[in-house]
């Protein structure tokens, strides 16, 4: 069995200033690890995702993210947000076709 | 490349009657197909995973009979919530899974979604 927990239900960030995503995991196997966004009233746009090799991803948007895996984490990052980035965040998890979501989180991105 | 659409976007019905919701792969095809339902401010929960010509599986707690799901070709998926509720009302959202590409093993793209209000 495999779960994610995001570690943060909320983030307000001001535009142009740094911000960091929390996402751990559990799995007894290895998984394969997404972050995606979703706007409002729509579905869900994958950001970026680790399947293997390099540990630091790099994704769409300027949005990157680390997998850890002595910690069991993959935080997400964006070194500077813009206002377009407002929206829900779902770090996920994968091992057998099948995606389990954390409970997502919200970023507001104020000028 | 990889799009999926959902239709209808948004439905609105009276209590008793039975909707059905469309998913297509359109550029590829999709052995896999998952539904997913999520609740205002929460997650996506998985309802069940369609396979093209088998019967789907449901999740734990999903009511088979009331959520038919079937998955008649590999661009094609519907899921029919019959003899709806108001609690039934929620944003329903597919993804499809591509089956020959090992670079995006594993990976789900996903449609728009469709907000379901019964009345």
């Known amino acids: 069995a495999q779960s994610v927990t995001q570690l943060d239900s909320q983030v307000p960030v001001f535009e142009e200033a740094p911000v960091e995503l929390r996402c751990n995991y559990s799995?007894?196997?290895?998984?394969?690890l997404f972050w995606y966004v979703q706007y409002p009233n729509q579905g869900l746009q994958l950001l970026l995702k680790?399947?293997?090799?390099?540990?630091l991803v790099k994704g769409i948007n300027g949005f990157e993210a680390e997998f850890n895996k002595s910690q069991t984490s993959f935080h997400l990052r964006k070194p500077s947000v813009h206002i377009s980035d407002t929206a829900e965040y779902f770090c996920?998890?994968?091992?057998?076709?099948?995606?389990?979501f954390g409970a997502g989180t919200t970023v507001t991105v104020r000028a | 490349g990889a799009v999926v659409s959902q239709h209808p976007s948004w439905v609105i019905c009276k209590s008793g009657t039975s909707v059905k919701i469309e998913c297509r792969s359109l550029?590829?095809?999709?052995?896999?197909m998952f539904w997913y339902r999520q609740f205002p401010k929460q997650s996506l929960m998985l309802m069940a995973t369609?396979?093209?010509?088998?019967?789907?599986?449901?999740e734990q707690g999903v009511e088979k009979d009331k959520f038919l799901i079937n998955h008649a070709s590999l661009t094609l998926s519907t899921l029919t919530v019959t003899s709806a509720h108001p609690e039934d009302s929620s944003f329903y959202i597919c993804?499809?899974?591509?089956?020959?590409?090992?670079?995006?093993?594993?990976?789900?793209?996903f449609g728009p979604g469709t907000r379901l209000t019964v009345l």
């Open positions: 993804s499809a899974r591509p089956g020959s590409s090992e670079t995006i093993r594993d990976e789900q793209f």
């Open positions: 550029d590829f095809q999709a052995t896999t």
């Open positions: 996920a998890v994968s091992n057998d076709y099948k995606l389990s």
């Open positions: 369609s396979n093209e010509g088998s019967k789907a599986t449901y």
């Open positions: 680790y399947l293997s090799g390099s540990t």
């Open positions: 799995s007894s196997v290895s998984v394969y």
